[in-house]
């Protein structure tokens, strides 16, 4: 559902194929994500759809970014009365099945291909970043931060003056043990590209690698500059008993308004 890394971009409008020259490639998520393509419940999106409702108007749009098969842009528009809306993904599978649920624009590239990004002619009331940033992997820690950094500006660059960014993350603590499981899948996935579980399927030390952040490390990563954040949701979420005396999890959603002028 939510690969953002391309070796090549393309846009499902007149700008046609785009090459994406000098943006991050991991061959592996993009594979993986084109082919395990899950449909992770809307649930966690009732918060960012009473958002969007609430302030939608006539003509509104909304653009969700990795937007995977389209079960959860189906939900926000549904939900929020919005129609005009678009999906953007890495995976060409993915698209194909967002096309046959919805009469929308699509397009195929990664959020860090910010040439690509520009040439989207469509600017946007509302952007959703759901399940997407601990996805971006770089070979570090800290390079895959300044990704996740990368893709909320280009999502905000999609963003109409005084519109809202929205960006939902599972962030688990702490961040020392995030760091831990992130190397820990660099090295598996030497060896595999399986998944690889432990305490159940959804947790695994195998692939993909993640990046998860702390809603702290959240916060700061989506108000950089003038950017306000006008809502949020943090809900505890649970954990595997072995590990619920190690870790805490929760299901955030950060909403940012981007200035109306420079």
Same mark, same amino acid.
């Given at each position: 559902?939510?690969?953002?890394?391309?070796?090549?971009?393309?846009?499902?409008?007149?700008?046609?194929?785009?090459?994406?020259?000098?943006?991050?490639?991991?061959?592996?998520?993009?594979?993986?994500?084109?082919?395990?393509?899950?449909?992770?419940?809307?649930?966690?999106?009732?918060?960012?759809?009473?958002?969007?409702?609430?302030?939608?108007?006539?003509?509104?749009g909304?653009?969700?970014?990795?937007?995977?098969?389209?079960?959860?842009?189906?939900?926000?528009?549904?939900?929020?009365?919005?129609?005009?809306?678009?999906?953007?993904?890495?995976?060409?599978?993915?698209?194909?099945?967002?096309?046959?649920?919805l009469?929308?624009?699509?397009?195929?590239?990664?959020?860090?291909?910010?040439?690509?990004?520009a040439?989207?002619?469509?600017?946007?009331?509302?952007?959703?970043?759901? $399940? &997407?940033?601990?996805?971006?992997? +770089?070979? %570090? =820690?800290?390079? /895959?931060? @300044?990704?996740?950094? *990368?893709?909320?500006? #280009?999502?905000?660059?999609?963003?109409?003056?005084?519109?809202?960014?929205?960006?939902?993350?599972?962030?688990?603590?702490?961040?020392?043990?995030?760091? $831990? &499981?992130?190397?820990?899948?660099? +090295?598996? %996935? =030497?060896?595999? /590209?399986? @998944?690889?579980?432990? *305490?159940?399927?959804? #947790?695994?030390i195998?692939?993909?690698v993640?990046?998860?952040?702390?809603n702290?490390?959240?916060?700061?990563?989506?108000?950089?500059?003038?950017?306000?954040? &006008?809502?949020e949701?943090?809900?505890?979420?649970?954990?595997?008993r072995a590990? @619920?005396?190690?870790?805490?999890?929760?299901?955030?959603?950060?909403?940012?308004r981007?200035?109306?002028?420079?």
């Amino acid at each position: 559902m939510r690969a953002t890394l391309a070796q090549e971009s393309e846009s499902r409008n007149d700008a046609g194929a785009r090459p994406a020259a000098g943006v991050p490639h991991d061959e592996a998520t993009v594979a993986y994500f084109d082919d395990c393509v899950p449909e992770y419940g809307t649930s966690r999106l009732q918060f960012a759809a009473r958002f969007v409702a609430d302030r939608a108007e006539p003509g509104s749009g909304l653009i969700d970014i990795g937007c995977g098969t389209g079960n959860t842009l189906a939900y926000l528009s549904a939900e929020a009365g919005i129609s005009n809306v678009a999906g953007l993904d890495v995976s060409e599978n993915c698209l194909d099945q967002v096309r046959e649920r919805l009469d929308c624009e699509t397009h195929h590239g990664s959020i860090l291909d910010s040439e690509m990004i520009a040439h989207i002619d469509a600017r946007f009331d509302f952007a959703i970043v759901a $399940a &997407v940033l601990h996805h971006l992997i +770089g070979r %570090t =820690r800290a390079e /895959s931060r @300044r990704y996740a950094m *990368l893709a909320v500006d #280009n999502a905000l660059s999609l963003v109409k003056p005084g519109g809202y960014l929205i960006v939902h993350e599972p962030v688990y603590y702490p961040s020392l043990a995030m760091s $831990a &499981v992130f190397y820990v899948k660099k +090295g598996v %996935t =030497r060896m595999t /590209s399986k @998944r690889v579980p432990l *305490l159940g399927y959804w #947790n695994n030390i195998g692939a993909p690698v993640v990046s998860y952040y702390t809603n702290e490390g959240l916060i700061e990563m989506v108000t950089r500059g003038d950017n306000e954040l &006008v809502a949020e949701e943090i809900r505890k979420e649970e954990v595997p008993r072995a590990v @619920r005396k190690l870790l805490r999890r929760t299901s955030t959603t950060l909403i940012v308004r981007r200035p109306s002028s420079p």
